[in-house]
């Protein structure tokens, strides 16, 4: 599949913001898949829906409209809710959400059909193993869990938010088990991608890396 690069990893590995720099330099469109199951967890939290009722939960998803504005920012039914999404009540919740297998298929016909239509950097869990297996390129970034959690830490101190270090470690622990021990379509690298471990790479180090790959300079 031709302009098509698609990126895995747990959380914190530094997937959403290296495949935002990649679409900028390519000129591609970044897709950030987990805002997309971030904003079923966020509407489901907003109508009260029991987090354990699957036939309510796929009815949502295929009700809520989902798009990115031209920017990459996830907008819900026309509302920008690229930070709604990111509160510590969507954390505790979307590993759950996104374990049904029909709220995943809802949203993997989405990427599929965006990825038909533009070119693209999708970045998420099983963007390389399930939605997109024949993209032109793959890569699975990853880190250690300390420096995850430390990645995630300066980022909510960053925006002035009070953050503990041992809380988010925990937080992305119980998402990484939730996200690779699931049944259906679990985070797992596909042989053929690409292994980066950015633990010791700086962002652009990491990017550089990435376009000589893509450029087959290496
Ligand atoms: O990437 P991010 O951490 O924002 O993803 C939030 C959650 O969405 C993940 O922990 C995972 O449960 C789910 N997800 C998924 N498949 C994807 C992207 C995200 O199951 N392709």
């Known amino acids: 599949m031709k302009n098509v690069i698609a990126i895995d990893g747990p959380g914190g590995a530094g997937k959403s913001t290296i495949a935002k720099l990649l ?4 000129n591609y469109l970044h ?3 987990g805002a997309m199951y971030r904003a079923v967890t966020l509407a489901a939290i907003n109508e ?7 036939e309510k939960l796929i009815k949502l998803a295929k009700k809520i409209s989902i798009t990115f504005n ?7 039914n026309d509302k ?14 979307v590993s759950k959400i996104a374990a049904v297998k029909g709220v995943r298929k809802v949203l993997v016909e989405k990427q599929q059909n965006l990825a038909q239509k533009n070119r693209v950097v999708m970045d998420g869990r099983d963007i390389t193993t399930v939605v997109l297996p ?3 390129h793959k890569f699975f970034l990853t880190a250690s869990l300390a420096e995850r959690a430390k990645r995630r830490y300066q980022e ?3 925006k002035n938010n ?3 270090l041992e809380e988010i470690k925990k937080s992305i622990a119980r998402r990484d088990k939730l996200d690779s021990e699931r049944e259906h379509s679990p985070l797992k690298k596909a042989e053929d991608a690409v292994l980066i471990d950015t633990t010791e790479l700086s962002i652009d180090e990491v990017l550089k890396k990435m376009i000589s790959l893509i450029e087959g300079e290496n």
Do not use: P, W
């Not at 679409?23 to 390519?26: G, I, N, P, S, Y």
């Not at 031209?70 to 819900?76: A, H, S, T």
């Open 31 to 33: 897709l950030d898949t």
């Open 162 to 164: 009070d953050a503990d």
């Open 48 to 54: 009260n829906i029991d987090f354990d009722d699957k």
């Open 156 to 158: 909510v101190k960053s």
């Open 23 to 26: 679409a900028k330099k390519l």
């Open 70 to 76: 031209k920017n990459g920012e996830i907008i819900l």
């Open 80 to 93: 920008n809710v690229s930070q709604e999404i990111r509160s510590s009540e969507v954390n505790a919740h």
């Open 134 to 136: 024949e993209a032109e």
